[in-house]
């Protein structure tokens, strides 16, 4: 086909695509001298165009991608939306799970053949006339041909599940994986492409939440979180910038002595037009945004430029994201804002969640070994609340373990509570790892950990946060 520029000069190209408004037009520019352009040129074009219209079936890359699926959506609507009957079709989004690290650990090839397997298995699955494309970054979508019904369209969506049943063989290794999908149904959770989509993304983040290899349907409540939190992450990305942010510090107390001897740093977020943001919605929406590391190193810094301007040398404790170890620069963070601050490395505690994914463990055990060879301590947070505590004392190099707060609320409940924490803080003198317990809310749970020995405790029963100041409490409220 020949099309006319604004400044009137002739191209030669292959419209692709549906080109009655408002869909948008792909085109393969050839040639822009007419007098020049030949017919076997001309076949050429046809056959490039050919190419991305119709992908090779006999190579699993060359799938239907993310503008060509977005009209396969648009196609499905037009053709059920003004049928009475078996007007519905399913709308399926999975990915692989923790794509990142697969990269990372095995490299760009393996994925790659991880991802084509998974197709092959996918497709294989799939009943006639459905539709199978890719949404980039190791995203693709399914639809189920119009008629399907929700009961038909779940049962795919488990099988497409259930492919990760069978961990894939590579170069004589075999690697397991999981995926991640959300989903919909055409009218009931979207009437046009946009809201289609918006649905079964906003139910797949809430899949990954559980930490992969889990499904969730697509609801108005998903969507809307899933928008407030887009919103939320544009004015995250500027609140270190405008001073919004800001630091609460929680006493930790000797259980002995009763007496404060640190304070942990908590950090706040005041939204412009908002107020104070739940720190549990604003670190996890930083955390997957990638933005989180921009809040670390202002907690970090921030908090150990207040406790070395403190009259007692109380230890400061700031909690820091596990993403910081895999690339290995934490220590050079902590060791700048040591030197930049002038605090004690011994007064400083680098705290991790025990629910969060540590990395590979030799890179991790590395990392760790290199800040505490700076002089600084390090606790595991949230001991409890994950799947891989006991290991985690196995390998790697702690000082102090924070045992969780649904520990400390169970105790006194039944017998069984109270012999799970104590053969826990008689593990921890074991392995010389001090214990400090977290949401200690009663006397029988301070004497509790009191008498079995648990060091150091923290909650409302001792005191609570108060806001960013030169000097904290020295004793409990």
Known sequence: MKFKTEGGHSVHGVAIGNPAPPQQIA????????TEFQSSSGAALEDMAELIRSPVKNSPFAMPNRLQTLEAIQSHID??????????????????????????RY???????????????????LPQNSFFGSMGGGNFVVLTPPGHTAVTTRSLMTSILHISDKPICLAEMSLPFSLSVGWGMFPEDGKSVEDLLTGAKAALVEAQRAGGGHERRASAEK?????QSSSLEQ??????????????????????SQRVIAHEALLRWNRPGHGEVSPELFIRCAEE?????????WSLRHACKAAAQWEKPYRVCVNISPVWLASERLSKLIAEILQETGLAPNRLQIEMSESRFFGPEDITFRE????????????LDDFGSGHSSLERLRFYPLDQIKLDRGFIKGLGENDRANEVMS????LARALNITTCAKGVETEYQMAFLDAYGCEEVQGYLLGSPVLDQTQPLSRPA
Not at 235 to 256: C, G, R, S, Y
């Open 423 to 426: 053969a826990v803080l008689a």
């Open 289 to 297: 945004a990638g933005m989180v590391e921009v809040l670390d190193t």
């Open 79 to 104: 053709r059920t939306k003004d049928l009475t009957k078996r007007a519905n079709f399913g709308l399926i989004w999975f990915n692989l799970d923790h794509l990142s690290f697969i990269n990372e």
């Open 235 to 256: 004015d995250l990305a500027q609140a270190a910038e405008k001073n919004a942010l800001f630091l609460k510090w929680m006493p930790i107390v000797d259980t002995a």
């Open 368 to 379: 760790l070994a290199r800040v505490r060879a700076l002089g600084v301590r390090l606790a």
């Open 27 to 34: 085109l393969l520019i050839f040639a822009n001298n007419e």
């Open 223 to 227: 969507t809307e979180l899933h928008l």
């Open 107 to 125: 490299g760009w090839d393996t994925a790659d053949h991880m991802l084509e397997e998974i197709i092959n298995r996918v497709a294989n699955l």
